[in-house]
């Protein structure tokens, strides 16, 4: 039988930072020659004759990354894509926005393309939804949920995974909505963190000097006691900002700073 090639590797990287892919043979027969071809626009930009292939992207942009596998049994040919967004390579967060994307949690800011990531707009309680239940693999959705201002929302059904999982517990009194359209403040981010992460020790409490009016004080200390939060004012980090909105750039760095306590 002729040979049958597939390619391993990330998805997603930064402008000067090496991404590795991996070639995998099934059936076929005898010693296999590998042509590695990575392309931007049509133009080639790299090549390779290895069983892997180390790529570094100078550009933003979408490349396309081929192997054709030819042995004695035949000739097979793989491709995927790699993507550098165009608009994260300047942000402090250019690598947890990198695993983010890698680990299927965000999907971009800008279909059908998604080549950019926004990193500096802020995040809605929608998209939190979102980001949590593909960071959490969240699938149950409870029938008797729901909530009066969701219905119809692209988010919809991340809300109610969201709620069926006692993350959220909506934005008024009696919970019957969620106001998928405000930004999420870095208090409410804790909350849902800390309900998500079922995460307990406050490590003494107090730790910032800007909470003690806030509602989410208890969560604020469980997130830092954590080490997924490290404050809003580098380098003293006395201060949390609690009412401030979450960017977007910021929610790459909370959930991955997370990742291992899940």
């Known amino acids: 039988d002729p040979p049958i090639v597939s390619i391993s590797g990330p998805s997603f990287g930064k402008i000067g930072g090496e991404a ?6 099934t059936d076929g027969s005898g010693p296999a020659s590998y042509t590695w071809t990575v392309t931007r626009e ?14 570094t992207p100078a550009l933003s942009g979408i490349y396309d990354v081929e192997l054709v596998v030819v042995d004695d049994a035949g000739t097979d040919t793989a491709s995927v894509t790699f993507t ?3 608009d994260i390579n300047d942000s402090v967060f250019v690598d947890d926005i990198v695993w983010l994307a890698n680990e299927g949690i965000t999907r971009g800011c800008n279909p ?13 309680r929608g998209q939190m939804a979102a ?9 149950d959705i409870d029938p008797t949920i729901e909530f009066t201002d969701t219905v119809g929302n692209i988010f919809e059904e991340d809300i109610l995974k969201l709620a069926t999982a006692g993350v959220t517990r909506g934005c008024n009194a009696d919970a019957t909505e969620y106001c998928p359209n405000d930004s999420v403040t870095r208090g409410q981010m804790a909350a849902f963190l ?3 992460l079922s995460l307990t020790d406050d490590g003494g409490g107090d730790l910032f000097e800007d909470d003690d009016d806030s509602i989410f004080e208890g969560d604020i200390d469980r997130l830092a ?5 490290r404050g809003c004012n580098p380098p003293a980090n006395t201060n949390f900002c609690p009412t401030d909105t979450v960017t977007r750039g910021q929610m790459a760095a909370f959930l991955h700073r997370a990742d291992p306590l899940k």
């Open 20 to 25: 590795t892919f991996t070639s995998a043979i």
């Open 42 to 55: 049509t133009a080639q930009v790299d090549t390779g004759t290895s069983k892997t292939l180390d790529f």
């Open 84 to 86: 550098v967004m165009t």
């Open 112 to 124: 059908p393309t998604n080549d950019q990531y926004c990193p500096d707009a802020t995040v809605s």
């Open 131 to 139: 980001f949590l239940v593909r960071f959490l693999g969240l699938t």
């Open 194 to 196: 800390v309900r998500a």
């Open 225 to 229: 006691t954590a080490g997924i939060t």
